[in-house]
């Protein structure tokens, strides 16, 4: 099988499975290996356990560039 035809035979599969597919060859070209992957890894978890229990308020990301943007106009 070529690549054309592996690309056309992922693009057929239900989206679940195309993401699953995505992911796999993402990390293959970067593989979190290194200790400071893993702790970005865990920290991540635990944003997105505290976001999802209420314990911290998301920021828009507009809100966030906008302060920036205040910071360098002075």
């Not at 993401?19 to 060859?25: G, K, M, P, Q």
């Given at each position: 099988?070529?690549?054309?035809?592996?690309?056309?035979?992922?693009?057929?599969?239900?989206?679940?499975?195309?993401?699953?597919?995505?992911?796999?060859?993402l990390?293959?070209?970067?593989?979190?290996?290194?200790?400071?992957?893993?702790?970005?890894?865990?920290?991540?978890?635990?944003?997105?356990?505290?976001?999802?229990?209420?314990?911290?308020?998301?920021?828009?990301?507009?809100?966030?560039?906008?302060?920036?943007?205040?910071?360098?106009?002075?």
């Amino acid at each position: 099988m070529n690549t054309q035809e592996l690309i056309k035979k992922a693009v057929s599969l239900p989206v679940e499975e195309r993401t699953l597919v995505v992911d796999s060859l993402l990390r293959s070209l970067n593989q979190p290996e290194s200790e400071i992957d893993k702790k970005w890894a865990i920290a991540a978890k635990r944003r997105l356990s505290e976001l999802r229990s209420g314990a911290v308020e998301p920021i828009p990301g507009q809100d966030v560039f906008n302060k920036i943007w205040k910071r360098f106009e002075k």
